[in-house]
């Protein structure tokens, strides 16, 4: 890919996902919205290191837009994101691909609130575990439909990529 192209691809993603981050999910935070779904496409086609800083900056704007509720503690949350981000596209080029959906699914649900539970409490990491499902379900519901069609437009790193 040259490098205009990957430049107007990667901005696309970005500004795709500060979009999604202003789409909220009904939560008990108000950080959760569908700003990681062009994240994982971005990791699934312009490869694992650009999906993951579109899924830092994008989760930053989303909590933004929500006020920082948890001030600080976003920027973690943006470290982890990257992090899930990064391990999903390494899986999803190696052709694994449930198994990039399910590691996105638990690390996000599970794995990444537990240092929440440290500084904040259990009670409030219990709390957030059904709409950060629900909105991590959604996420990849919406990469899951996405990333076939533009595999098949042929938008990817040739020779990085199995085809759809």
């Known amino acids: 890919m040259t490098n205009v192209r990957t430049l107007t691809l990667l ?5 795709l996902s500060v979009i999604g981050s202003m789409l909220k999910l009904p939560a008990t935070l108000g950080s959760i919205a569908l700003d990681s779904a062009p994240a994982l496409v971005a990791a699934a086609l312009l490869g694992p290191k650009r999906g993951a800083f579109i899924a830092a900056l994008g989760h930053l704007f989303s909590a933004w ?10 920027w973690l949350i943006a470290l982890e994101m990257g992090l899930l981000i990064y391990g999903f596209g390494l899986l999803f080029q190696k052709g694994w691909r449930k198994s990039a959906y399910l590691f996105f699914f638990v690390g996000n649900v599970f794995v990444a609130p537990l240092p929440l539970a440290f500084f904040i409490g259990t009670a409030f990491v219990i709390a957030l575990l059904p ?22 437009a042929n938008i990817h790193y040739s020779g990085k990529m199995p085809h759809a």
């Not at 901005?11 to 500004?15: E, R, Y």
């Not at 837009?65 to 976003?74: D, K, R």
């Not at 950060?132 to 899951?144: D, E, K, P, R, Y």
């Open 11 to 15: 901005i696309m993603f970005l500004s």
């Open 65 to 74: 837009f929500a006020a920082f509720q948890l001030g600080v503690f976003h």
């Open 131 to 152: 709409s950060l499902a629900i909105g991590t379900a959604a996420n990849i519901a919406v990469s899951f439909i996405v990333i076939p069609m533009l595999l098949k």
